[in-house]
């Protein structure tokens, strides 16, 4: 069925009333939290009926046979879905509300008024064509295990049933789009329409679907696949050739307002960057002392470089011959993760739940091409015992043995070990399990980007901070090489973003200040391409969890725990730093 409409929220919440007729007093009105507590509840309900991608994303799998088709009519039914609903939360008194509901009023505020602003100012809708991709809608709900699989099969039959619709919708949106974009499309639809490929063939033809529900799956599925390589041919045949592309810059306006709804900080986009100027110097200050130390150890015999930039360089180019093989990188990833886990045990840095399980994978084909070399794919709130998959994109095989060689140096045996403590323990795999056990849905879902990265680059330095790589002066000089490059985002975001940054320049930055291989320094150009703010979240939840723990240990003295810092950080879900730490120096002051 085409997705419709469920109307919007409408809460009667009444006062409570005498009524002469029985003589007994009604119901008391209920608190400001029950109410608001209420509404969330509908909310939510209501939001997942309204996009059923997500509600999927997030566990929620109610609505997995509707497939939303983004036109103008859609459009207008979000509008309206977030109009009612900011006007319904004006309702609601934020000082008559607990702390908790305060951030989860203040958090939904924020996600409504930034869906109009996505849609209506931004309007990435019109120029990114990568955002219109079944494969990934699909994928998952493919590989998904809250169904049974004939269930599942009959949800993506339902759904696929209207792919012409789907990508006539997606073309007709198209207006000036990037040529960076484009060319993504070109690579994750084409990726998309493995999906259905022969294993999804296979698994209808085994499954326990009536043979007419097979014939039907068949030619669904041949229609979606003409769908998707109707979209391609668009691309290629009209778009491309077309030559008309908006420029991928989206110019400071723009950047400042994004930066403000996505990462929800204390501190506006210019003060951030400003802070990350500041951070490069004092990381340049302590790599250079490090690379004094280990200089004669590496290179003896040999007179160090007077310029610090070359002597940081001299050392990092030994250390970064120790790497895995091209054909072993993922294995390489998967066999440390046991190491993690007992680490972060020993040390009692938090507590951790075995039952969750952690599944290294190579990235899917839909997936691939956005830069991102790694990343988690976790469960939502709803499904919390559901796989978390640790997405790790093999060495491409059309690469050449020296552009394999510069991404494996880049990963060499140290930073693969920091790369898989950020994406898996205790960085976002720890992080996401802990999030899905938040009372809040509203912290668990509406993650904040800043504090979910800002996390997983605090774990890396918690753990080295706790002995891991035994304090030595390679880890710890890698690790600044590595939150150089956390902090080079930042620069390089804004910069190209708002200030115009060159690919040659910018490469440049990469090369010499943050001492990265050639191949990571052209593969972060095609990210910052490719995206705008996210690149800054790291830097901006990192420093603000180093700064809130810092105010934590004055507060608390001899009584600061790391372990007990870091459960309460994690206990609040994905909520911006800034309102997680009102809450903790709340609950400091009130245990004094």
Known sequence: MKHRYLPVLALALTA??????????????????????????????????????????????????????????????????????????GTFDLARLSPANQIDLRLLRNELRARRWYADTLKAWQW??????????????????????????????DKISHAA???????????????????????????GMAVFGPALADSVQKSGLSAAEKQTFTARIAATRQAMQGYLDFLKNDVLPAGKFRSFRIGKKLYDQKFAYDIQSRFTADQVYQQALKHKAELLHDMGHRAARLYSKYLPGKAAPADSLALIAAVIDQL????????????AVRAQIHTLVAFVNEHQLLTQDPRQPLIVRETPLYMRGSGAGASVSAPGPYEKGANTYYNVEPIPAEWTPVQAESYLREYNDYTLQILNIHEAIPGHYTQKVYAN???????????????????????????????YGKNSDEMWLLWDKWNMR?????????????????????VTMLRREGFQEEAEARNKWRRAT?????????????????????EMKKKQGQAFSIKSFNEQFLSYGNAPVKYIRELMLQSAVAKR
């Open 16 to 89: 409570s009333t005498y009524s002469p007729a029985t003589g007994l007093a009604a119901a008391p009105a209920p608190t400001p939290d029950a109410r608001f507590d209420a509404f969330k509840n509908q909310f939510l309900l209501a939001l997942w009926r309204q996009e059923p991608e997500l509600a999927a994303a997030k566990g929620y799998h109610k609505y997995d046979s509707l497939l939303v088709i983004p036109d103008a009519a859609q459009r207008q039914r979000s509008a309206k879905f977030a109009q009612t609903n900011l006007a319904t939360l």
């Open 128 to 157: 990114n064509p990568a955002s219109y991709n079944l494969g990934a809608t699909v994928g998952p709900l493919l590989n998904g295990r809250y169904y049974r699989l004939d269930r599942r099969l009959r949800n993506i039959s």
């Open 165 to 191: 619709e789907y990508y006539a919708a997606a073309r007709a949106n198209i207006s000036t789009p990037t040529k960076e974009h484009t060319e993504l499309a070109l690579q994750q639809v084409a990726g």
């Open 320 to 331: 970064t011959l120790k790497h895995t093989t091209r054909d072993g990188f993922v294995a």
């Open 437 to 467: 056990r938040s009372p809040s849905l509203v912290k668990s879902i509406f993650s904040n980007g800043a504090m979910t990265e800002g996390w997983a680059v605090y774990a890396e330095r918690m753990m080295l901070e706790n002995g």
């Open 486 to 506: 956390v902090t080079l985002n930042s620069i390089i975001d804004h910069a190209v973003q708002v200030d115009n940054l060159s690919e040659t320049d910018m």
């Open 530 to 550: 490719l995206s705008q703010v996210q690149l800054s979240s790291y830097f901006a939840g990192y420093t603000e969890i180093v700064a809130l723990r810092e």
